[in-house]
């Protein structure tokens, strides 16, 4: 039966269209539940179970299945989510609804309906001829999806009555609506709320604690005194901002203040977006939680604030004790300096929520037997959440996550439940798990949906494979890696031409062969961005088949690839360039070390040394041009853990060695990466994805000239070529470890580099490089980036067809946002990982002390490096309760004066290095002087500003 629905809309120019959209009503789709005789040949296969005997509910003691609404799959997911809730019908009209309002929840739904296990079955209400109901006059939307809600239980209920007498399958509808619940009953449809049934599972009580507690926001107040003013409806705040009332930006919490926080205002452009207003007090930060969306108003003049450099943390146990809090308000409200004073406002509403869970500690209620606790998130911009559990005693002392239900008026803090218990503190597996949440790091297994787009094993070349590409079988081909090395992404050759000329080949994994636009893998990809290297784990980008088999440029077998082919002299000056699609067989994996053996030998004479050796003479001439062109050499102090092998706990520490090989390597990877960026940026100038490293603000060097000047230096900041040049003559006879400091000092003063699409921006320019334009190309199995350049070049060659998206420079802008961010978020939780296995390692080793050099000065401390362990941490010189040392620092020579003593930059110190577990939450490295000594004081250590190097990558794969 065909129904066809006719509506009007309205166009972008303010014309009218119609719009006739067909809709096919069928009666042949299924019900759903195994053994129904009525529907037995229904397509989809049968998905509820005949006998639901799992759960054993109070209200309804007969087998039924669940039909929740649209709030309740949207607000209840995590406790429908749980193993013992099975046998669930989803509508297609509820379906809908929540991938109209979350894509989050939307997923999360899709993957259980995915998951044999839950029995959750799709019904397509919508196109079923007795369940498909028409909007009637005067009926909004709304209420015509809650009839058809009903409509669908009700002919469920009569279906499974028809199915089997003695059965007595029951549909029971689930709704927190309380005017559709009582509709439902009406119409003989049993209801119930989500609360009451989840109470009612008496076999599972630990099911309640992951109940939302849901109070609408504002209208709330039952019992005690209202704290917080009113959030504006949506309306007023858009009408407020449209008349310049009120700000729109993002809250970002303080990290050290739990009573402050700042709010970046969104400008119309990018020039506008230094603009900042500041929030201290908790009346003012209005229940905004970090990344919250909200509208601020700004405060008159004479309440305008500085932002205080105190450390506070919210420590309270009672909960509502709200004097306290205001008594260190005023603290903050000290006298300040008439110039530090800021934009000051205060929240009147929220535009958009951003809450995730999080992850986060118990603290466990003082009073006896009470139910309500206190949350502790890790991260200390979010707030304590209060939760209801009975299981305190259990989750106390373990990782847990929580989600954010509201906020209400009258509460100190936001309601919550209990997620998911992640495990014990400290055990590894569970701080992986936690650094990779908090990180949001994408690291779940890959779908079956993602999975069905890999080809088919055993694999092999096709013929037709063959035919559209060059067949480089016969060079000699090998690649040079980091020892254990599985993807493989890149292998190079060099032979000398007929001509007397030479010829080098970059040949790179070919991804986009695999990987075809718009697909599910294809989606994962882009959303995961990138591959994350942890200490002893690796999130991959793309299923390990492709990552460490098909698309891994292994020795003896043949692979498809990406070519970039130079004609070069002798003097590495490239004479032509061209791309092309090939087939390799590459005939030795080698690691750093084995080739260097290789060039070094004399008796080695066959074509894979001689390769190696011609390659590395040119590289040689590639980096001392570059370097000459004003490309920086610049330094991490980088280290590597020794695993034990068994138990995986960090045994020892290591310099990373750096031979000629990888910058061999690293050189010709350079190379391709800019060759490849002229040729889709010629191709392509409006969406061209490129890279790019802005050049710092001069304010940026200050504390490196500051620094230099004091050891009677001068570094020049004017081109990065100034820079290089006088990072290379800074050099000291009798302190050789010198330059390195500056280096990791220059390091510092950097921007990031981005990817960003050449049709959205005018500054190409790549400053660490010294290159007027340059892309990623050569690590596509780790890359996302890599995969869409290869995807220009092959368009660009004629080698592939084009898609829509590709040409779309918005699409493409987006995409180069949330690439980005994936790469910022998998350096941080790098960082995060060798953090914790540092404090394992001190943990095994006990207390030791070390030479440190001082890398910066500090009003109160001084930040220093452990070139040993790569190690830098801050060292204290104020002590709680103690009597405070005399201190004078000096911004000029940046220097800090303790009594009698005078710590300059780069001054050699003594430290002494330890674990402090006195907090379970946040173990922290803490260090202490030894030496010099300092009379009459005691010196204490806190190393939480912790910043480390990242663990041993591959050099070339380091974010250049
Ligand atoms: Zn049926």
Redesign the pocket.
Known sequence: MLKSKTFLKKTRAGGVMKIVREHYLRDDI??G?SG?A??GGAHEGPVLELQPLDRASSLCPQPHYLLPDTNVLLHQIDVLEDPAIRNVIVLQTVLQEVRNRSAPVYKRIRDMTNNQEKHFYTFTNEHHRETYVEQVQGENSNDRNDRAIRVAAKWYNE?LKK?SAENQLQVIFITNDRKNKEKAIEEGIPAFTCEEYIKSLTANPELIDRLACLSEEGNEIESGKTIFSEHLPLSKLQQGIKSGTYLQGTFRASRENYLEATVWVHGDDEDNKEASIILQGLKNLNRAIHEDIVAVELLPRHQWVAPSSVVLQDEGQNEDDIEKEEERERILKTAVNEKMLKPTGRVVGIIKRNWRPYCGMLSKSDIKESRRHLFTPADKRIPRIRIETRQASTLEGRRIIVAVDGWPRNSRYPNGHFVKNLGEVGDKETETEVLLLEHDVPHQAFSQAVLSFLPKMPWSITEKDMKSREDLRHLCVCSVDPPGCTDIDDALHCRELENGNLEVGVHIADVSHFIRPGNALDQESARRGTTVYLCEKRIDMVPELLSSNLCSLRSNVDRLAFSCIWEMSHNAEILKTRFTKSVINSKASLTYAEAQMRIDSAAMNDNITTSLRGLNKLAKILKKRRIEKGALTLSSPEVRFHMDSETHDPIDLQAKELRETNSMVEEFMLLANISVAKKIHEEFSEHALLRKHPAPPPSNYEILVKAAKSKNLEIKTDTAKALADSLDRADSPVFPYLNTLLRILATRCMMQAVYFCSGMDNDFHHYGLASPIYTHFTSPIRRYADIIVHRLLAVAIGADCTYPELTDKHKLADLCKNLNFRHKMAQYAQRASVAFHTQLFFKSKGIVSEEAYILFVRKNAIVVLIPKYGLEGTVFFEEKDKPKPRLIYDDEIPSLKIEDTVFHVFDKVKVKIMLDSSNLQHQKIRMSLVEPQIPGISVSADASNMDINEPERKKKKLQK
């Open positions: 299924g019900c539940a129904c009525a529907c279906h199915m």
